[in-house]
Every structure is written in C-alpha cells, then in structure tokens.
C-alpha cells in the first residue's frame, strides 16, 4: 500500500462518501496489501467500489473483468464522470471499433487509464495478450464471479479461463466479487480461479427494506401487473421475463396502458438497449420488461418493485434480480408469479442438455420450487439458502410473515425422517426419503434394496403433504443439512441424531397450494362473471342507436365488447376505452349513452364495481399481427406481407380480421385500388352499410354473381375498420 495513503481522504475526494460500508474498508486494505480476495456481498452492498477505489491509489492499471457490456459501460461512465482528466477508465470489448480500441491502448499504456473493463472474450483472446503483458497490472478484478460456475446462475464458459489467461500475462492479486453465491458456488469461483487461500469477506445477506410475495400465477396476470403499476405511478420497477417474445408482448401492453415501458433483450441491437438503459436511468421511461440480461451493474439506487413474470430458474438469480429494488435503504417490492406449469416447462427446456447440466438446473429448479411453495418466512428461507442464519419468527416484510399459516404438530413426522435419513446411510436426496417414507417401492428404492428396510413406509398413515415442509423447516431448523460438494444428499447433524433419541415438539407450516390453470395462450383476457340483466340491456340499447343512425347493430360496438361492458362496468369514457374492440373515436362517438346506463344499473342495483378494469392489450398472437399492422401501415401488398409470414392468404385474412374486431383501423385502400374493382368494393360495401349481420356467407348469397369469399372478406375489413372502428 503506498505511503501516507489515507482511505477516508481518498473516498471522500474521488467518491464524496464520508464514511465505508460494511467491510469494504477492510476488503480495500486487504487487496491493497496484495493478497487474494474473496467477496461476498448482496447487490446494493457496495462491490464495485472495493476494487475502484483501489485502483485509483495504486501503481499500474486495474483490469476488470466483468460479463456485460452495459455494466462496462455504465460503471465506465460514472469513473470518467467522478474525475477531470479523461480516460481514467476504460472498456475493452466487441462493441469498440478499430481507432477506439487503439485509444483505449494508448491511454492504457501512457498511465492514464486506472480501469480497464474486459470481457472475458477479450481478456482470453491471443491477440490481445502482447498488449496485457506490456502493461503494468495493479491487481485483477473478477466482477460477478459466480459466472465461472455450472452450479452460478449465470454459468459462463469464458470464465473457466481467466485464470489460465493471468498465469500468461503476469501474475498480482485477484479480487473476485458476487453478489450471490452458494457454498458449493463459493468454493468452485476459488478453486477455477486458483485462490484457495484468499481472504475471505461474506456481508450479511438480509435485506429488511425487500418485501418478498409470490403469486398465483393466473390468466389475468396481465391486468394485475397493469393495476399494480398504475397504483404506483412515476416508480420506477423492473419486469423479468423467460423469453424475448414474452418481454415484447408485455411491454407492448404496458405502452398500451399509457405506463412508460421498454423492453429490454439480447436480441435487441446494441444501440436499442444503451438507449434504453439510459432511459431508463435518467427517468424518460418508468419500467423495464426484460430478460435477465438486464441489470447487471444497473447503479439506479430508486427502483421500487422488481416482478417476475415467471418463476426463476434458480434461488440465486431470484436474489439477485430482486436485490435491484430499494438500493437506497428505500421501498423495494419484490412480486413473483408461480405455476407448476412453469416450473414443468423449464424442466422440459433442459431435455438434450448433458446429464450433468440436467441434474443441476433440476435441483436448482427444486430449490426455488421449494421457496415459492412455502408458507415459512421468505426471508428466513434466503438467508438460509446463502447459509445464514436468521432467528426472527416473523420478518413482518413477506406475505408468509404477514399472513401466517396456523402450524401443525410434526414431531412424528420429523422422527420419521431423521431415521429414514440414518437408514439409509446418508447418501439420498429429498425426493428418495419422501418416496421411502411414504412406502412407495419405486425402482429406485427396488434396486437399493430400501423397500426391505424395517424403516420403509414408517410414515404411510401421516398427511402425505407433511413431508416435503418437514425436511425444509428441518433444515432450516439445523436437524438436516444438505452436502455441499454432493448436491442435495440429506446428512444428520448433531441435533438431528439428539432428536432421534429424545423427540420434542416441533411445529411446520404446511406448504401453500398453487393451482395449474395458468393458460398462456387466454392470459390476456380472464373477466367476471357477465351481469346477463345489463347485457340485455346493452343489447337493447345498441339496436335502438343503430337505428338511429341507420347502421348495423355490430358497426356501433361488437358483441364482445357488450359482454365486456357487462362484467366490467365502466362508468366513464376513459374506462369505456379499455374495452376491446373501443378506441377512443367509437368511445367518443357512441359511448356516453352506454356509460350513463351501466352508471344508472351500478347505483340502482349496488353494484360494487371491480376496480382493474380489463385492460387494453395490442392485438397479438405472439407478434404476429404487430408485423402485419406494420406491413399494412407500410403499404406492402397484402399478399407479399402473407408470404413473408409464412401464410396463406386466407390464413392472412384471418389474422386481419382478428385486428378489427379486436378494435384496431387498418387501411388497406391502397391494395383494394389495385386488386379489386371500384364498383364491385361500393357494391360490397353499401350491402354492409344496410345489413343487419357482417356474416361472409350471408352476404355472398345475397350480393350473387361474380364476388368471390375473398372480394367479401377484404371489403368487410375496410367497412369495420371504417364504421366500426
């Protein structure tokens, strides 16, 4: 460490910080006096600062090896901003051309850089080893290191060279940083990265000000979403999604919902997601909807809620993701949604995987299974997990702690385990001593000779759903613990064996139960129950305009739209308007009469209105009619547009058709002027203005001659896109 150096001086002038979080000081000291580090830290904690602060002090360049080319950037820009000189840090990655790598270099190689930022692509690549060797290295940095493990959340095959790269270019004390780290994750970022023996600084990982809830998963998730945003309006809240299409498809009805939303993938271009991300941070837009490649080294300390959309893969991301909520000791809400369903089709994705890489995603996926189903206290199943203990009974900032369980008597239960444990020697995970206990002879327990045991089936006449939250509550409890290098396999503790010789009370939390139901193909469209007295009415209303006006009942408002209208019960011409298939044109021309009667039958009948109205959603079957409104608006050819889908043309019609009726106007006058005759479109359309139905093959037998289903069809959508719409 160099002379005189004093830490609080030098965090106070380059950060404006009086005083050290936690460990960092110490951290600090210890890799300034050139010894290996290991740090543990939740998000929010500090990390980065550990190995920045440093690297400005001391000799040489700092390289930084860290996954994301966002985070780089990012972490980049708030260094060059804290300092007068420019290129005191620096990235090196994919994403530079030719000139800008070569000024990246030479800033390195002048002295003025104290932050290089690599990818680990870059850091490994050959050609790039001259140019590391020729630089003085103060020390290496491995930023989000549980990359470098298969049992991590974010397994990253580069990291597993890193360490073979250093012995190359010169050897100096590595600092190696995760947020999330099991003990078996712990010891593998060590043992690849060749520091068995560094010093080793675990922060505590509870985070009081996180509000932990997991959901139903249902098919009105959409709306609950929507309705949950809009009673926080301006917070700013980040939406994890498994898939791309699913990040689109919601952050397009977010938009739709007037909610300030992007999405955010590694499909997007480069430009698109730094633009977002900057959006993002400077507050332009509110909420992000995105895959986990989002939010690594994200430093916006005010994010107020953190969803997922779908259950994680594993307990680690989970924690991670979450811990981007309340950076500021402020407000952090942290909803997931839960289906078995989903958890059965993130198995299915890791079929073709190679056995080993199953086995773990499988008990990854157990693990988090195990925390959604729970009634015990989230946080305390985290701590847990991380290997920390937490002895408070209630939290009071998780729905397990603010709406408790009634626990049940389980010292039989638990009596039965800890032996099924003992006779088995020790060497069986969960699923096999729940399988023994319940005397099930499976071909497992066949072939290990188990079933022939005195201890088989000693818990057949218990409540079958007792055991799997008696083995977690015994672990959390310290009975049980699972062996870290043997993922998963069940071992007796010492209290584990005194309870088997004096037996005590011991009260469990059933799990919470979690239904299958979750449709994805209706989530968009879960409604009450119809008020069948009001529709009718609707109905009777809608002819009575349409008389009025000299239309088609259907051209003033869909059937569909009457039956919404009859479950939700909007009131107002802006509620009118989340209605499907009424924009705000139909809303305006037609509406005020329809919201009068709903308000007059709300208060007659006392009628308590649901609040989250059904909410407006882009038409879509994935993205699909988003590429066809595109292509129309484009004034591409219709059957062009239903080649480059993939479509027949009458596949494409309905597609169409589904976009009007769902509310949305196309214009397809400029395929109609080229493919169909002008008396035969006003033919058409004049029998749709004095038809009483929109039916195809009603019209064909009335209108005759030479107009064909496809004539009918096209017309038809340029009269409700024009009448209706």
């Not at 938009?255 to 959006?279: F, V, W």
């Not at 002879?441 to 006449?461: N, P, R």
């Amino acid at each position: 460490m160099k002379e005189g150096v004093n830490l609080t001086e030098s965090l106070k002038h380059y950060f404006g910080f009086d005083k050290f979080k936690g460990d960092q000081e110490a951290i600090i000291r210890n890799l300034m006096a050139g010894r290996d580090t290991f740090v543990l830290m939740p998000t929010g904690g500090g990390k980065s600062l550990c190995y920045q602060l440093p690297s400005l002090i001391m000799d040489g360049t700092a390289i930084v090896v860290s996954p994301l080319i966002a985070l780089m950037k990012n972490q980049v820009d708030v260094i060059n901003g804290m300092s007068e000189e420019s290129g005191v840090a620096h990235y090196l990655n994919s994403s530079l051309n030719k000139s800008a790598i070569q000024q990246v270099m030479d800033d390195v190689q002048a002295g003025k850089t104290k932050l290089l930022y690599v990818a680990p692509e870059s850091l490994n690549k050959e050609d790039n080893l001259a140019f590391f060797q020729s630089v003085h290295i103060s020390f290496y940095a491995i930023d989000e290191a549980h990359c470098i493990s298969e049992w991590g959340h974010d397994f990253r095959p580069e990291y597993r060279n890193i360490r073979p790269t250093i012995n190359k270019i010169g050897n100096a004390p590595v600092i190696a940083l995760t947020a999330t780290a099991t003990d078996k994750v712990r010891t593998d970022i060590k043992k690849s990265l060749g520091i068995l023996n560094a010093d080793e600084f675990k922060s505590s990982f509870n985070r009081p000000n996180l509000y932990y809830e997991v959901r139903q998963k249902t098919n009105d998730i959409n709306r609950q979403i929507i309705r949950f945003i809009k009673q926080r309006p301006g917070k700013s809240g980040i939406i994890y999604c498994l898939s791309r299409k699913k990040v689109e498809e919601l952050a397009a009805d977010l938009k739709a919902n007037d909610i300030k939303a992007e999405a955010y993938h590694a499909g997007l271009d480069s430009a698109t997601r730094s633009r977002t991300q900057d959006d993002f941070l400077m507050e332009r837009i509110d909420v992000i909807v995105a895959t986990i490649a989002f939010g690594m080294g994200i430093d916006k300390p005010d994010v107020r809620f953190v969803i997922h959309y779908d259950i994680p893969k594993s307990l680690e991301g989970y924690y991670q993701e979450t811990g981007r909520a309340g950076r500021d000791g402020g407000e952090g809400l942290c909803i997931a949604f839960y289906s078995g369903k989903d958890l059965r089709k993130l198995e299915k994705f890791m079929e073709g995987k190679p056995v080993a890489e199953q086995d773990i995603g499988r008990q990854l996926l157990q693990e988090t299974a195990a925390y959604a189903e729970s009634s015990v206290c989230r946080r305390k199943l985290l701590l847990h997990y991380f290997g920390e203990e937490y002895h408070t009974d209630n939290c009071g900032n998780c729905d397990n702690c603010l709406h408790p369980k009634e626990r049940v008597e389980a010292m039989n239960a638990l009596h039965i385990v800890l032996q099924a444990v003992q006779a088995v020697k020790e060497d069986f995970r969960q699923e096999y001593i729940v399988d023994f206990v319940k005397g099930r002879g499976t071909d497992d327990i066949v072939s290990h000779h188990h079933d022939e045991l005195e201890e088989f089936g000693a818990g057949e006449d218990e409540n079958e759903k007792i055991w799997n939250p008696v083995i977690r509550q015994a672990l959390i409890s310290g009975y049980l613990h699972k062996d870290v290098e043997n993922y998963g396999l069940l071992k007796l503790t010492a209290a584990g064996k005194r309870f088997i010789k004096a037996p005590h009370s011991f009260l469990v939390s059933l799990d919470r139960e979690f239904r299958d139901d979750y449709d994805e193909e209706e989530a968009q469209g879960a409604t009450s129950v119809l008020d069948p007295e009001l529709y009718a009415m609707l109905v009777d209303l809608r002819k009575r305009v349409a008389k009025k006006q000299g239309l088609a009942p259907y051209v003033i408002f869909f059937d569909a739209s009457l039956e919404q209208m009859a479950t939700m019960y909007p009131i107002t011409l802006q509620e009118l308007q989340n209605i499907q298939g009424v924009g705000a044109g139909k809303a305006n021309r037609y509406g005020k009469a329809f919201v009068d009667l709903i308000r007059k039958h709300c208060e007659e009948n006392g009628i308590e209105r649901p609040e989250d109205f059904r909410v407006k959603t882009v038409a879509k079957k994935s993205m699909l009619k988003v590429k066809i409104i595109q292509g129309i608006d484009r004034q591409l050819a219709l059957d062009d547009i239903a080649t480059a889908q993939g479509l027949e043309f009458d596949e494409l019609l309905d597609e169409i058709d589904a976009i009007v009726y769902s509310g949305t106007r196309l214009n397809i006058d400029y395929f109609l002027e080229d493919a169909m005759d002008e008396d035969k479109v006003e033919e058409i359309y004049d029998y749709f203005m004095e038809s009483d139905t929109d039916d195809v093959d009603t019209a064909m037998e009335e209108l005759g001659g030479d107009i064909s289903e496809e004539d009918v069809r096209l017309v038809r959508i340029k009269f409700l896109s024009e009448m209706a719409n």
